[in-house]
């Protein structure tokens, strides 16, 4: 050590110095890279997503401690990962992004450490984690303790399940094991056309099986969006995957011990010109369908609502938005969709969604238009015995708030499944459009009027008249909601126009809203 660096100021030179040459000048490579190929470096992606200047670097000093293979030749500080602290809408998150400029992303001993780190630190405290993952997998150099790494990142993300908001960005490729660990997270965004998940990529694919697919058909972000569900949002690019994923922490709690968020607002307390539209949404025509969300737009807070997974299972919608400034979750069968039918993929994607509102304390408004479930031989040799229990199992474990509004058809198990009384929901009103039963009127003839029919057959009526005419009287005498009403089934009937106003009461009366489980461990979902 020099004498000029064993003075304070000879230090603080050397810091500078360190600084430029291992973190100022390893950036400014980065984005000349990532520049290149029209995407941003690891901290560009970290400074563009959180609130200006409030981003606190951790481990930026690290280095692996591998030597085989002539790495140590190369040990870049900070390895293949950018972590530490920051805000977002003033409120705290922990985030790390990979740096696919540095080893291909790829995840060794060091880079797992520090993600390791951060995962524990954002649990310990209560506050969400954001993954920005950009990885070409485990280093092969590293061997086995590579893998390690995942296995901790596995089990850590596995503890904080349901204990704090987690989000995964797919910003590049995720393969092999890799891919597991943003499919465990809460919520997984992908860009188009750049994000790539796959357990095992073409190559092997095709020298496995000699099927010829591409990384776009095979793992894109399109595929994951539309086709498996593992995305629940394909971005158009970076900038559009990080604006969305800054709008949805805005809608969830810091951690489950905390309240949804609550921002001030001018509710209109009573029925508006807005609110009166409702009154014509529902056709006078029960086959025909209408879009469930200018129901929803007129419900929520500024006609603001964050949907999630709007290209998968489009028959159903889920997604947040607020009631007097306070986040709910909202699930509503979609009509415009196969009918608003249910079927398997519906059903695990609101499953899924109840058990995230459910875990963080979020309230739940559904919106019921289901004639039923999906019919075919399809379905039912893909399990939706077992894979449509899990929508049950959810509501019926949900132990938050739960408002359900009955808008049209509401028939058979699957007016059970979504949001009944019986499930556990606690206030269910419905709209005088409502048609409560066991089935259709059509479907209903079928069965209850075959002498009827016949009857009308060799009198040479018009037996679709006479089919239609038992069907509507069915439908009056059976399915109308004042007979749901008259049992209790369910507690109330409004105008379409009432609604806003009539579940914002629903919901404040519930605030304070306990539920006392026998103690248990854990129950066993239908998985």
């Known amino acids: 050590m020099t004498n000029a660096e064993s003075t304070t100021a000879g230090r603080i030179e050397q810091l500078r110095q360190r600084n430029e040459e291992t973190i100022v000048a390893k950036e400014r490579a980065a984005r000349e890279r990532q520049h290149s190929k029209g995407k941003q470096s690891a901290r560009e992606r970290i400074e563009t997503f959180v ?74 405290v209560g506050v969400p984690i954001v993954g920005m993952l950009d990885s070409g997998g485990a280093r092969i150099q590293e061997g086995v303790v590579a893998l390690g790494k995942y296995g ?41 056309k750049t994000s790539h998940m796959f357990v095992t990529g073409p190559d092997v694919i095709k020298t496995v099986t000699g099927e010829e697919v591409g990384f776009e058909e095979l793992g894109g972000g399109l595929t994951h969006n539309s086709i498996s569900g593992v995305s629940h ?11 969305y994923v800054r709008a949805l922490l805005a809608f969830l709690p810091d951690n489950n011990q905390s309240e949804v968020p609550a921002y001030d607002h ?57 009631l007097e400034g306070r986040t709910i979750g909202i699930i509503a069968n979609q009509p415009k969709q196969m009918a608003g039918t249910l079927n398997i993929e519906a059903g695990e994607k609101a499953a899924r969604f109840v058990r ?32 449509g229990a899990k929508l049950i199992y959810a509501y019926a474990e949900a132990t938050v708030p739960m408002v359900t509004v009955i808008t049209r058809k509401a028939y058979g198990g699957a007016y059970i499944v979504m949001g009944s009384k019986q499930l556990g929901a606690d206030i269910n009103i419905a709209w005088p459009t409502a048609e409560i039963a066991v089935m259709g009127g059509q479907g209903a003839v079928n069965i209850l009027y075959r002498s009827e029919i016949k009857q009308a057959e060799e009198e040479g009526r ?40 009539a ?5 404040r009366a519930l605030r304070t809203k306990k539920v006392a489980r026998p103690e248990r461990k854990h129950g066993n979902i239908p998985l």
């Open 266 to 322: 001018q509710a209109h307390r009573v029925v508006n010109d807005l609110d009166q539209t409702l009154n014509r949404v529902i056709p006078d025509s029960p086959n025909q369908p209408y879009d469930v969300l200018d129901i929803i737009e007129v419900l929520v807070d500024d006609r603001e609502f964050l949907e999630v997974q709007p290209l998968y299972a489009p028959n159903i919608v889920i997604g947040f938005g607020r």
């Open 462 to 501: 018009d037996v679709a008249a006479v089919r239609q005419q038992l069907a509507n009287d069915y439908t009056y005498n059976v399915t109308s909601p004042f007979l749901a009403a008259e049992r209790g089934e369910i507690d109330g009937i409004i105008e379409p126009a009432e609604t806003r106003v």
């Open 152 to 192: 901790e990142i596995f089990k850590r993300t596995t503890a904080a399940s349901g204990v704090i908001p987690q989000i995964s960005i797919v910003m590049g490729p995720a393969a092999g094991g890799a891919v597991y660990g943003p499919a465990l997270t809460d919520f997984v965004v992908m860009v188009d």
């Open 51 to 124: 609130d200006p200047g409030t981003f606190v670097e951790f481990d930026a000093y690290v280095r692996h401690r591998t030597t085989a293979f002539g790495m140590d030749e190369k040990r870049p500080y900070g390895d293949a990962v950018v972590t530490g602290i920051a805000t977002v809408h003033g409120r705290r998150i922990a985030v790390y992004s990979q740096d696919f400029t540095t080893f291909g992303g790829s995840l060794g001993e060091v880079a797992g450490e520090k993600i390791v780190k951060i995962m524990d630190y954002a649990t310990r």
């Open 356 to 387: 995230f509102c459910d875990s963080f304390s979020i309230p739940i408004l559904t919106l019921v238009d289901v004639p039923g479930y999906l019919p075919g031989t399809d379905q039912e040799w893909t399990g939706v015995i077992r894979r």
């Open 503 to 507: 579940i914002t009461k629903a919901f």
């Open 233 to 243: 949002y394909l971005a158009a690019d970076e900038a559009d995957a990080l604006d």
